[in-house]
């Protein structure tokens, strides 16, 4: 099963600046140095600021709320 | 053996400040300013760590011809009148905070000369007033670069700044604090600084609570306050021995159930239309946008809850505010209401009433003085840690002020050589932690700690209660703080973030349990009025050879100078 992540990097369009994994307050990201992309590693972390969705110049990432605080 | 075998990097400054939020920028930019060689630690980054990750919409009660800093200060310590929270006299050292606040407006001009944009769109201050002085009080302005900002300002001041570097815990020599050790928390490096001075801002202490809305399994972080800070500098100052201040108080505001922020600016000040607050029938229960927990409670017992922000009754011009302030202090606050086709101009805003939040902050905190120098030698605390220090002013104010009297300090400190045994003892304990075999998740130590706050120490305390708790909390320590695993070097923060938080549940559990007394934002099943034996009277909490000390104790009084009129 795939599950939904509070943040959703669309690869398509990350030129890998590291915007989000310098930025995130918390730390979710990791990057991934073969590919050069940030990977969503720990998720369960997400605080939902939006900071990594407000400064990535490409708009490449969405944070998205999850069930719980529906 | 030398530190530089413990140790993979060794730094040597003489101010070292750690955390990097508000009050640590403006303190690093200020000192460094003043000639001082600055050392900024942050866990996360400069530009987007701390309070004002995501933004900022306002500061608040910026003194001016409305409201004077005197009046301000008298809210805030109970010596005036400040909804919502009563009876809090006598729990503050009042003398800190009017020297904090008097020189506000030289403050928040200092930091405009640093490139910190507080103005509007037309280059002026953007003043709102406050239901409470029915005058200008609050500066809105467009925060989303707060701290991007500010972090320009801090390297432009030429401080060094360690980011992704998690101060551990502080270093003393002779009951002096001499440094600190430190975590990358990406390379795992451990880092040894020596300072002349050191200043913990690290933000208040939220996460000994449930988050407000995460399920018990995940989303663990989903506080209103950046959620960073674990009170590191509460649980560093408190083991090297200085003073915490009214540890039991936590913090019961009316939290949004249907917004990822507050929005303080353009709800409860409303820029001259405070939204009311209504009942389930929809009777207005405060105009002003507070409600106390009583008022909640209250309504409660009526049958009359849920209690609502009645966002739909404002005015177009005031949704259009309101949707400004929020792109301002949470873009991604807009997103979520979107999400869940949530629309604020047909749905009353749901209030959370008995949520306890985070200790409170602007009451539990570090003790200093006036010029936020802690009870122990070389150590100072700012910002939203320290009693005085609270709110994006708070922080603006403590920051400058440590700066400018620190600095002062600076030639009279002798260097003095650093305790290896200490820093050894931090370095094995870390290493250990990297090589537990079948350990456990820190996240879940934290939550078993969360949920023994919520269920022992939260709105129905009592000694019986509070002693569980304390019994409960040393059995999970003591079973699983040595099996917590630190495998990758960030989870090894967020074994760090463990000691810091069960330390700072101990002091939360044992205050509360000499508190016998209701009063201001603490509630005692078992005293449920207020005891006069408890007028202004204060727990101090610190640590002694490795063990919590809980001190009965009062602040001075006022200075009668701070009740005149004027000024």
Redesign the interface.
């Known amino acids: 099963m795939s599950t939904r992540m509070?943040v959703k990097v669309d690869y398509s369009k990350c030129n890998g600046c590291r915007k989000c994994y310098?930025?995130?307050?918390?730390?979710v990201y990791?990057w991934d140095e073969g590919v050069n992309v940030p990977r969503v590693?720990?998720h369960?972390?997400?605080?939902?600021?939006?900071?990594c969705?407000?400064?990535c110049p490409l708009r490449a990432i969405d944070?998205?709320?999850?069930?719980?605080?529906? | 053996m030398g530190l530089e075998k413990i140790a993979d990097r060794v730094f040597e400054t003489e101010v070292l400040v750690i955390g990097g939020g508000l009050s640590g920028c403006v303190a690093a930019s200020k000192a460094g300013r003043l000639g001082a060689e600055v050392i900024v630690l942050e866990k996360a980054s400069l530009d987007r760590g701390g309070g004002a990750a995501a933004g900022m919409d306002h500061c608040a009660t910026v003194p001016n011809e409305n409201i004077s800093y005197k009046d301000i200060v008298k809210g805030m310590t109970g010596e005036g009148q400040y909804p919502p929270i009563k009876n809090k006299k006598g729990l503050f050292n009042s003398n800190v905070y009017f020297s904090t606040w008097k020189d506000t407006r030289k403050h928040v001009e200092e930091m405009e000369s640093w490139g910190v944009d507080l103005k509007w769109d037309d280059g002026e201050h953007y003043w709102i007033p406050s239901p409470r002085t029915g005058g200008r009080t609050t500066i809105r302005f467009h925060g989303q670069f707060l701290k991007p900002q500010l972090a320009a300002a801090v390297r432009a001041a030429g401080c060094k700044v360690l980011e992704r570097t998690m101060g551990v815990d502080l270093l003393t020599k002779n009951g002096k604090v001499v440094g600190a050790v430190a975590l990358n928390v990406r390379n795992g490096d451990f880092i040894v600084i020596k300072a002349k001075v050191v200043v913990v801002g690290t933000g208040m202490v939220q996460r000994i609570f449930n988050p407000e809305d995460g399920a018990p399994w995940t989303n663990k972080f989903m506080y209103h306050w950046n959620p960073t800070g674990a009170g590191d500098a509460h649980a560093m100052a408190y083991r090297a021995g200085a003073k915490l201040a009214n540890m039991e108080f936590s913090s019961w505001f009316s939290r949004l159930l249907d917004d990822k922020t507050l929005m303080f600016g353009s709800l409860t000040d409303g820029d001259g239309e405070p939204t009311p607050i209504v009942n389930a029938r929809g009777e207005v229960i405060s105009e002003t946008a507070f409600m106390s927990l009583e008022t909640y409670l209250e309504q409660e017992e009526k049958g009359l809850t849920p209690m609502y922000f009645d966002v739909p009754n404002t005015s177009e011009s005031h949704q259009r505010k309101r949707e400004i302030s929020t792109a301002d202090e949470r873009l991604a606050s807009l997103k979520y209401i979107q999400e869940r086709g949530f629309d604020p101009r047909k749905h009353r805003w749901e209030l959370h009433g008995t949520k306890s939040l985070a200790l409170t902050k602007n009451m539990a905190g570090i003790v200093t003085d006036e010029s936020f120098k802690t009870t122990v030698d070389g150590l100072y605390g700012i910002g939203d840690a320290v009693q005085a220090g609270g709110t994006v002013l708070g922080s603006c104010n403590s920051g400058i002020i440590f700066a400018e009297s620190a600095v002062k300090e600076l030639p009279k400190i002798e260097n003095s050589e650093l305790d290896e045994a200490q820093v050894k003892l931090w370095k094995d304990r870390l290493d250990m932690h990297k090589n537990v075999e079948d350990g456990a998740d820190p996240l879940e130590f934290e939550t078993k700690i969360r949920m023994i706050s919520e269920r022992y120490a939260v709105l129905y305390r009592s000694e019986g209660k509070l002693k569980e708790g304390l019994s409960r909390l040393n059995d999970v320590r003591r079973d699983w703080m040595h099996r917590l695993s630190g495998d990758t070097p960030h989870r090894l923060m967020r074994v760090v973030d463990c000691y810091n938080l069960a330390d700072l549940a101990e002091v939360h559990y044992r205050s509360a349990l000499s508190r016998e007394d209701t009063r201001a934002s603490f509630w005692r099943k078992d005293f449920p009025e207020m005891n006069p034996e408890w007028d202004n009277q204060v727990n101090f909490a610190y640590m002694k050879d490795g063990k919590c000390v809980i001190e009965k104790g009062s602040f001075p009084e006022v200075d009668p100078k701070w009740l005149e009129e004027g000024d």
């Open positions: 509070p310098n930025l995130c307050p918390m730390d990791t590693t720990y369960m972390e997400c605080w939902f600021c939006g900071a969705m407000m400064e944070v998205r709320y999850p069930l719980a605080s529906w």
